[in-house]
């Protein structure tokens, strides 16, 4: 046999070996949790950058699964945010059963208790792991059209009205999340450190940044002054976090690990800049980057359809500002890790940080552009 033969021998069955290992570990883990059937296969699922998921498929009727390996570096608090997920999914299976929704497994996540002790998480001494059920017949787009967009602005809408009566605190599952001057100050110790001395390639960034800090930060402000109030918001509202129907219907609103009290700009500014963004969040060609006005006003329609019942007016004021909040914020988080040495994000080559930053402060100046059509569009709606 010669030498190149044995070495792809070599490789294949090395490659064997950690899908088996692997694969042993996940059937442990999987032991842990209550569920029904026995595994055919688990693979990989969804296109998030933080947690691990995987899609758990079982053989025959019983129902399919998914699994995901919580990033514990990221959500340090796994018991108060699952607790907090707990008690929202609890709380949006009583409204919708008083409004008389047929498919209720559908419409709202369930997690899968362990066989020990009934928790909806499983530590395995290093890692934390949960499991919920597979909704089938549902898909994530990537894309929006101005349909899809008023169905989802309905139904984040729709989300936080039926949170807006929810009893108790919720914690926080990540201290400060969306807080503009914790951000600002997380990149202004990125920039101090310097850490892999990456400051040389970003000094244009910082200015832009610098020069519209203030007006981004007033949001906190006002909070600190009693005008502005947090209510319980899904705080990561990407196109690819509500599943969709066949007919592009929003069946139900999905990765709620950072479900938490937050100013409601968490969810209609950031959908904005995922939803109406012509490109996607890390697209390298600054051409291809732009607001996509349509998708804005039907996002908009659609939201405040639901929303305007219980928005106060200086939060319908402040919708059009929090429009240009989401691309600044995700692109003072996206430099803070390029310039830390990404340590927070997924990436798949070096510069990808740096890349998706320069993508969010173009869609930034795309939105500004467009300020006095978006706060036009707004005023004349309500
Ligand atoms: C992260 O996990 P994923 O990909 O849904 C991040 C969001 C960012 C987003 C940027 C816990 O969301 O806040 O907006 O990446 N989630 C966390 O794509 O930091
Ligand atoms: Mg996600």
Same mark, same amino acid.
Request: proline share 3%; glycine share 6%.
């Given at each position: 046999m010669k030498y190149t033969n044995l070495w792809g021998l070599g490789l294949r069955f090395l490659w064997i070996t950690i899908k088996f290992v692997v694969m042993k570990a996940i059937e442990t883990i999987l032991s842990a949790f209550n569920l029904e059937g026995k595994v055919e296969s688990v693979g990989p699922l969804g296109s998030g950058l933080i947690n691990d998921t995987y899609l758990v498929k079982t053989i025959g009727k019983t129902p399919d699964y998914v699994l995901q390996r919580i990033n514990h570096a990221v959500f340090k608090d796994v018991e108060g945010m699952q607790s907090n997920i707990?008690?929202?999914?609890?709380?949006?299976?009583?409204?919708?059963?008083?409004?008389?929704?047929?498919?209720?497994?559908? +419409?709202? $996540? +369930?997690?899968?208790?362990?066989?020990?002790?009934?928790?909806? !998480?499983?530590?395995?001494?290093?890692? !934390?792991?949960?499991?919920? $059920?597979?909704?089938?017949?549902?898909?994530?787009?990537?894309?929006?059209?101005?349909?899809?967009? +008023? !169905?989802?602005?309905?139904?984040?809408?729709?989300? =936080?009205?039926?949170?807006?009566?929810?009893?108790?605190?919720?914690? @926080?599952?990540?201290?400060?999340?969306?807080?503009? @001057?914790?951000?600002? +100050? =997380? $990149?202004?110790?990125?920039?101090?450190?310097?850490?892999?001395?990456? $400051?040389?390639?970003v000094g244009g960034l910082l200015d832009a940044i610098w020069e519209r800090e203030e007006s981004m930060c007033r949001f906190e402000m006002l909070h600190r002054e009693g005008l502005l109030p947090k209510r319980i918001c899904h705080c990561d509202t990407k196109v690819n976090n509500m599943l969709f129907d066949r007919d592009g219907k929003v069946i139900c609103v999905i990765d709620l690990d950072t479900v938490m009290p937050s100013f409601v700009f968490s969810d209609y500014g950031d959908f904005l800049r995922t939803g109406a963004c012509t490109s996607s969040e890390d697209e390298p060609d600054l051409d291809k980057v732009g607001f996509d006005m349509e998708i804005f006003k039907a996002f908009t329609e659609g939201y405040l359809s639901e929303a305007k019942d219980f928005l106060s007016p200086m939060e319908i004021e402040l919708l059009p500002d929090s429009v240009a909040l989401f691309p600044y914020m995700q692109a003072v988080r996206f430099l803070t890790d390029y310039i830390n040495g990404d340590t927070y994000y997924k990436i798949s080559y070096p510069a990808h940080n740096l890349v998706r930053t320069r993508a969010q402060m173009r869609l930034l100046e795309c939105i500004e552009s467009e300020m006095e059509t978006i706060r036009t569009f707004i005023v004349d709606l309500h």
């Amino acid at each position: 046999m010669k030498y190149t033969n044995l070495w792809g021998l070599g490789l294949r069955f090395l490659w064997i070996t950690i899908k088996f290992v692997v694969m042993k570990a996940i059937e442990t883990i999987l032991s842990a949790f209550n569920l029904e059937g026995k595994v055919e296969s688990v693979g990989p699922l969804g296109s998030g950058l933080i947690n691990d998921t995987y899609l758990v498929k079982t053989i025959g009727k019983t129902p399919d699964y998914v699994l995901q390996r919580i990033n514990h570096a990221v959500f340090k608090d796994v018991e108060g945010m699952q607790s907090n997920i707990e008690a929202v999914t609890s709380h949006i299976r009583g409204k919708l059963a008083s409004e008389n929704v047929m498919d209720m497994e559908r +419409r709202a $996540l +369930r997690f899968v208790l362990t066989r020990e002790g009934g928790k909806s !998480y499983f530590f395995d001494g290093v890692n !934390y792991w949960r499991v919920s $059920l597979f909704i089938p017949d549902a898909e994530t787009l990537q894309e929006v059209t101005p349909v899809t967009a +008023r !169905y989802a602005g309905e139904a984040f809408g729709h989300f =936080q009205k039926m949170l807006s009566d929810i009893d108790g605190e919720l914690t @926080e599952s990540i201290p400060d999340f969306h807080n503009m @001057e914790f951000r600002i +100050r =997380q $990149l202004r110790d990125a920039v101090e450190k310097d850490a892999v001395g990456r $400051l040389g390639e970003v000094g244009g960034l910082l200015d832009a940044i610098w020069e519209r800090e203030e007006s981004m930060c007033r949001f906190e402000m006002l909070h600190r002054e009693g005008l502005l109030p947090k209510r319980i918001c899904h705080c990561d509202t990407k196109v690819n976090n509500m599943l969709f129907d066949r007919d592009g219907k929003v069946i139900c609103v999905i990765d709620l690990d950072t479900v938490m009290p937050s100013f409601v700009f968490s969810d209609y500014g950031d959908f904005l800049r995922t939803g109406a963004c012509t490109s996607s969040e890390d697209e390298p060609d600054l051409d291809k980057v732009g607001f996509d006005m349509e998708i804005f006003k039907a996002f908009t329609e659609g939201y405040l359809s639901e929303a305007k019942d219980f928005l106060s007016p200086m939060e319908i004021e402040l919708l059009p500002d929090s429009v240009a909040l989401f691309p600044y914020m995700q692109a003072v988080r996206f430099l803070t890790d390029y310039i830390n040495g990404d340590t927070y994000y997924k990436i798949s080559y070096p510069a990808h940080n740096l890349v998706r930053t320069r993508a969010q402060m173009r869609l930034l100046e795309c939105i500004e552009s467009e300020m006095e059509t978006i706060r036009t569009f707004i005023v004349d709606l309500h």
